[in-house]
């Protein structure tokens, strides 16, 4: 594959300098809603979902006027709309991806996951294969990270939508990871597939609001950020059955006082995070670095931070984090998405109402 995108008009690249690389980061387009999530198809085209509701197409380095047809109405209040994006692993012969987005019914919206084919630039044979249940009425936390796993099962986060109880909830979705097949039926093997009062599509419950979602390369392991309070982002790996503690543990505080959330920070059958934030850094998106153009960081999981508007580098020895590096100062505003393109350069959405796509290049 090949991408061909240059430097938009008039901005030019920002150097930096990292504990382990020099690098550059060029603006490649502007111009973008409050834009969620990347794609990169085989033949060089890029798909970008802007939250408002509309999937755009960068062609020849050019953001195309006309949005992707097809997509399906989404409910873009408060964090709700158009979100994650995933291709299926084998795209390339059956043109099949799928979207995250919030959907609104008469008892109020919720998660749901739409998949189609991508048939020149019309999404068509949509179907929905799964909808979080209950609905409810807030606009917060819809989670909504995407991955496929080798054998084309799909996992999603979803956020809690700001009910706390939810999350220790079996019976309610929201709060969770699930692991799901294409036709949006529950694997056999998912850990709660044979308990009565349970959602069989749960994977892992306790979550708070998960919006990055990666697969370690090397180890095949899957890791997870979901945002905390008022601090307590948390780094996990996503494992079979586990309770991740939310509202119960935390290592944040309430919004509106000092006051610890929940019992504490530690409580037997709940998982402690590998790694955790204070203060808050809003993490979303997030990628393991597995190209060849930045040797130094072979192997570096990368995370943007919404707040502080960084990309967060940390370097991980088999399930613990050993170093973090904070970097960009903010220069570009709130970091929403991070991918690594098949030339091995890493890619950042910017999530504005003049969004903007970015590129990571070496310096040598």
Known sequence: MIIALTCVSGHGASFYESETARFRVVPLISGLVHPWSLAFLPDGDLLITERPGRLRVVR?????????????????????????????????????LCLSYSRHE??????????????????????????AEPKSRGGKHFGSRLVFDVNGNLYATLGDRGIR??????SRH?????????????????PFVHQDDAQPEIFTYGNRNPQGLAWQPKTGVLWMHEHGPRGGDELNQVIAGTNYGWPVISYGKEYWS??????????????????HW???IAPSGMAFYSGNRFPQWQG??????????ELVRLEIDASRVVHEERLLNGDFGRIRDVRLGPDGLLYLLTDSRNGHLLRLEPVE
């Open 106 to 131: 008469s008892a109020g919206s919720g998660t749901a996951i739409i998949c189609g084919e991508l048939v020149g630039d019309r999404l068509i044979n949509s179907r929905v294969i799964f909808a």
């Open 258 to 275: 000092q006051k610890a959330v929940g019992e504490g920070t530690h409580k037997i059958g709940m998982a402690q995070p590998v790694h």
């Open 278 to 280: 204070i203060p808050s």
């Open 165 to 170: 109880a939810q999350a220790q909830d079996l």
């Open 60 to 96: 020849f380095g050019h953001l195309l006027e006309a949005p992707i047809a097809g997509v399906p109405v989404v409910a873009a209040v408060g964090q709700g709309g158009l979100l994650d994006l995933v291709l299926h692993p084998d795209f390339a012969t059956n043109r099949l």
């Open 300 to 309: 570096n999981l990368f995370i943007g931070s919404l707040k502080f508007g």
């Open 174 to 190: 929201p709060g969770s990871v699930i692991r799901i097949d294409l036709s949006g039926a529950a694997l056999a093997d998912n």
